[in-house]
């Protein structure tokens, strides 16, 4: 047990531990986990790896663990930034005042693409994006006169967050047992997986059942009562690419039935998958798009709703700014995380640092498929920049997953982190998100690591 070794390495670190189980609640790991798995100690970080309390650096493929380092760890230009705004103006509510970082944070994003992405709803995390922007999407209806649009459409493996819309938009079984009773109104609909399609179907073939299965499922439900689908462009956790005529149909059947497509890009909004956002790889526009992590890079939380003109002309067309009910956060539009915003903008500008993702990140997809080229257990190698995935198989030619008892994904994820390097694994399809700044160098070492954990977990088994 790597952390034993550590225990017995440093004294104060037992402490640390053991007052992390009792006064911190680690969200996103369970209580039992936290007691089994405890982990290090993260005291410092830098660019592409962090440090830990007895001086084990780890080689981060995961952007500081949930995807938000977009600009790497200990930016000066960004912590400049913020200390700037901090000792100028910190905050002042919105309701009150104007603050001019927001204001420029939300001209400036509404100029980077082609989309009519206008008006930021700013808040402070992705649940609360998401959230917010089911409420803009009921405006919507409401303004439009159809008041009864209510329920939302999401899909299978799907992930929008923790609060109860959240959770109830996702398909994680721990949430929806634990926070049950769930938000109502909330429809499943089949995920979009390429690589698990009937055999005998291209992808494009798929793409278009997918989407006709999910114009049964509103018809069955009443499209007059639905207000949008929620689905990310290209889905982060398993690293779902779509086919083009998926993302076509979903749009066509939207603008049918009057539905709006809220795009969640709150893993991959802001450069990812080596574009701005996801959707601009391919030829759709959504109707409102949810961002966070990397709008900051995780320097001060942020988050927003980004609603396009033809969504807010609905809602505030006649003036009738009455049919518009959001809720108002305290920390709405905090200047710090805005100015936090506009430097990590400056920076992917500057650095050309989509360009960078691009190329790194598809040569490393490029050097996986080279490697694993014809290997028994590796089924699918997919994904868009940096947002790799590797998805392991019992069988090549069938499919077959591994037994889940087997716990192929987390085996891999714990050997990897025993030899300091940080990968993630949902299921047994091994995913990888660096940091923008990823050079070519630490891809290639990234490329290397995940080979070796990945070899030898799949050699003892
Ligand atoms: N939507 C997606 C697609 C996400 O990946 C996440 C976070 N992983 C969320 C929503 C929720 O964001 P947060 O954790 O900031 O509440």
Sequence with gaps: DPVDNKIN????????????IQYVWRHGVSVDTTRA???????SASGVRVTDADGT????????????????????????????????????????FIN???VELARRIAGLTEAGLQTSFFVSSGSEAVESATQLAKSYHR????????????????????????ASASDNKEFRTWF???????????????????AGMTEDEYGVSVADAMEATIIAEGPETIAAILAESIPAALVLVPPASYMRRLREICDRYDILWIDDEVFIGFGRTGRWFGFEHYDVTPDIVTVSKGITGGYIPLGAAIATSRVMETIFGDGATTQ?????HTYAAHPTACAAGLAVLDAIEKEHLLESTASVGDWMIDEFRRRYDGHPHVGDIRGKGFLIGIELVQDLATKDRFASQLSVGRRIMARAMEQQFMLRATGDVVTLFPALVTTQQDGEAMVEATCRAID??????
């Design 324 to 328: 518009a009910k959001v809720s108002g």
């Design 57 to 96: 650096v780890f080689l981060d493929a995961l952007a500081g663990g949930s995807a938000a380092a977009t600009l790497g760890h200990a930016r000066v230009d960004v912590a400049d930034a913020v200390h700037a705004q901090m000792t100028k103006l910190h905050w002042v509510s919105l309701r009150t």
């Design 456 to 461: 030898e977990v799949i050699d003892e088994i």
């Design 37 to 43: 798995e405890r982990g290090p100690i993260a005291v």
């Design 180 to 198: 049950a009773p769930l938000a109502p109104g909330f429809v499943e609909l089949d995920a979009c997986y390429p690589y698990r399609r009937p």
């Design 9 to 20: 390495q440093s004294p104060d670190y037992a402490r640390i531990v053991h007052d992390s």
């Design 143 to 166: 303004a439009r006169g159809n008041p009864e649009r209510t329920k939302f459409l999401y899909r299978k493996t799907g992930y929008h967050g923790t609060s109860l819309v959240g």
């Design 100 to 102: 001019e970082p927001s």
